[in-house]
């Protein structure tokens, strides 16, 4: 009987160490696409502000 108990309660505490870390692995996924969504954004401005500076550049040559 002994052996029965202490097989479902390794069985318990292997769940347990099961869901802690899936509970860290989807912080870490959420956190991981927060950075990926700011760092597009800084991408896009970054390059809104490249194509603006190369109109401004083209004009420039343009009135040469």
């Given amino acids: ?3 029965a108990m202490f ?3 390794m ?3 292997g769940l347990t160490v099961l869901a802690v870390l899936a509970v860290r692995v989807f912080v870490e ?3 991981l696409g927060r950075q990926v ?3 597009a954004t800084r991408i896009s401005r970054a390059a809104d502000d490249l194509e ?3 109109t401004s550049a083209a004009r420039a040559v343009d009135s040469l």
């Fill in 52 to 54: 603006r500076a190369s």
């Fill in 11 to 13: 069985g318990f505490l």
């Fill in 29 to 31: 996924a959420e956190r």
């Fill in 7 to 9: 097989a479902v309660a």
């Fill in 1 to 3: 009987m002994f052996w």
């Fill in 37 to 39: 969504t700011d760092s």
